[in-house]
T-cell receptor, first 112, second 107 residues
Framework: DTAVSQTPKYLVTQMGNDKSIKCEQNLGHDTMYWYKQDSKKFLKIMFSYNNKELIINETVPNRFSPKSPDKAHLNLHINSLELGDSAVYFC???????????FGEGSWLTVV | KNEVEQSPQNLTAQEGEFITINCSYSVGISALHWLQQHPGGGIVSLFMLSSGKKKHGRLIATINIQEKHSSLHITASHPRDSAVYICAVYNAGKSTFGDGTTLTVKP
């Protein structure tokens, strides 16, 4: 069973659209994350979220919003997509003690 | 200057060689993380360290909190070790990543 699963794996969409990427973890972890990896392969954290606290990287535009219906899910909603949003988005989760982190396989978003 | 600096940026080695990748950081941290990303894109967590040393198979990670430095060592390197190795530091819920070290191990 996949520990952290993301859908869709590939998404091509037009500028201005609103899209969501879903993430689910079956590890019982308390904290989930969204990362963005741009064309230069640099990884940047966007959000970290547990059932108590959402921490937002201040550089993330407010067109991006995480939504967590329950502890096992953290979905990423993106409004008014722009060309620069094209990237690979990784979801991850970790237990509260933070001793390890598990990544999803990534979602390749292309905005045209 | 990045808060997290990795060296070298690129590294080519022959199979069997001992490899060291370095990570220096300039901020206070609660933990440091070594990640591996293969050409297919998947990211695997190798180690999370807050002090001392950890070993898993042929991989060893060390951290010196006073010197703000960590190293990842690979013993008896193999072509399947070819990947990008990323250092990340964590503090108060914020993570900062190095730019990665691209390792190529030739048979």
């Amino acid at each position: 069973d996949t520990a952290v699963s993301q859908t869709p794996k590939y998404l091509v969409t037009q500028m201005g659209n609103d899209k969501s990427i879903k993430c689910e973890q079956n590890l019982g972890h308390d904290t989930m994350y969204w990362y963005k990896q741009d064309s230069k392969k640099f990884l940047k954290i966007m959000f970290s979220y547990n059932n108590k606290e959402l921490i937002i990287n201040e550089t993330v535009p407010n067109r991006f919003s995480p939504k967590s219906p329950d502890k096992a899910h953290l979905n990423l909603h993106i409004n008014s997509l722009e060309l620069g949003d094209s990237a690979v988005y990784f979801c991850a989760s970790s237990p509260l003690d933070g001793n390890t982190i598990y990544f999803g396989e990534g979602s390749w978003l292309t905005v045209v | 200057k990045n808060e997290v600096e990795q060296s070298p940026q690129n590294l080519t080695a022959q199979e069997g060689e001992f490899i060291t990748i370095n990570c220096s950081y300039s901020v206070g941290i609660s933990a440091l993380h070594w990640l591996q990303q293969h050409p297919g894109g998947g990211i695997v967590s190798l180690f999370m360290l807050s002090s001392g040393k950890k070993k898993h198979g042929r991989l060893i990670a060390t951290i010196n909190i006073q010197e703000k430095h960590s190293s990842l060592h690979i013993t008896a390197s193999h072509p399947r070790d070819s990947a990008v190795y990323i250092c990340a530091v964590y503090n108060a819920g914020k993570s900062t990543f190095g730019d990665g070290t691209t390792l190529t191990v030739k048979p």
